[in-house]
């Protein structure tokens, strides 16, 4: 699905959710190639010029999520939770964490132990980042979400500095086990995650 749609479709189950309608969901999708830039991401976040970006087929996306730049493409598990933290009695810090853990928990699950970097949302593998957390809570309502590197060609975050992070490494499922396994199903696996952390 592409990112502007998704985006539309999120911030319309959220506006419902905040105002009473409707119940929390979990969303999951992929996206084709996107470059997403979060409230606070200055323009020098895209290391390459536009006929770069329109060569390797990559489309430039301004969000309404905090955070840097990142990047979107097959292979990535993206799970986008429409929740009313504050229902959960949650803040965005507490929620972030409920993330993180539901990522650990699934990574686990494949033999890979990551780990979270205080201040900097996500998950790395030694120096490398799998996971990212990018959100905005309008309302008490939390949409955009996570996204986990599965058989994602990750050569697309050379375009930018990621999450802020000149130079970061970036790596997937895929890399660190030899093998890819299905992104439905580690998007199911995820969704799942999050559930159980806060039924």
Same mark, same amino acid.
């Given at each position: 699905?592409?990112?502007?749609?998704?985006?539309?479709?999120?911030?319309?189950?959220?506006?419902?959710?905040?105002?009473?309608?409707?119940?929390?969901?979990?969303?999951?999708?992929?996206?084709?190639?996107?470059?997403?830039?979060?409230?606070?991401?200055?323009?020098?976040?895209?290391?390459?010029?536009?006929?770069?970006?329109?060569?390797?087929? @990559?489309?430039?996306?301004?969000?309404?999520?905090?955070?840097?730049?990142?990047?979107?493409?097959?292979?990535?598990?993206?799970?986008?939770?429409?929740?009313?933290?504050?229902?959960?009695?949650?803040?965005?810090?507490?929620?972030?964490?409920?993330?993180?853990?539901?990522?650990?928990? @699934?990574?686990?699950?494949?033999?890979?132990?990551?780990?979270?970097?205080?201040?900097?949302?996500?998950?790395?593998?030694?120096?490398?980042?799998?996971?990212?957390?990018?959100?905005?809570?309008?309302?008490?309502?939390?949409?955009?979400?996570?996204?986990?590197?599965?058989?994602?060609?990750?050569?697309?975050?050379?375009?930018?500095?990621?999450?802020?992070?000149?130079?970061?490494?970036?790596?997937?499922?895929?890399?660190?086990?030899?093998?890819?396994?299905?992104?439905?199903? @580690?998007?199911?696996?995820?969704?799942?995650?999050?559930?159980?952390?806060?039924?």
């Amino acid at each position: 699905m592409p990112y502007r749609s998704a985006l539309e479709r999120q911030r319309a189950l959220a506006d419902e959710r905040a105002q009473g309608a409707g119940a929390d969901r979990i969303c999951s999708v992929e996206h084709p190639p996107t470059v997403t830039l979060g409230l606070n991401a200055p323009g020098d976040d895209i290391l390459v010029d536009g006929a770069e970006l329109a060569r390797r087929g @990559v489309e430039v996306v301004r969000s309404d999520r905090g955070g840097r730049a990142t990047y979107h493409g097959p292979g990535q598990a993206i799970v986008y939770p429409i929740v009313k933290i504050d229902d959960l009695g949650l803040g965005a810090r507490r929620w972030v964490s409920v993330l993180e853990d539901a990522l650990r928990s @699934v990574l686990t699950d494949f033999g890979i132990q990551a780990r979270c970097r205080a201040g900097n949302p996500g998950l790395w593998v030694e120096n490398a980042k799998i996971a990212s957390i990018g959100l905005r809570v309008r309302r008490g309502v939390s949409y955009h979400g996570v996204s986990l590197n599965v058989g994602l060609d990750v050569s697309g975050f050379d375009c930018i500095v990621t999450c802020g992070v000149a130079g970061q490494s970036v790596t997937s499922i895929a890399a660190q086990t030899s093998s890819a396994p299905d992104v439905l199903d @580690v998007r199911s696996r995820i969704s799942r995650a999050i559930h159980d952390r806060i039924t």
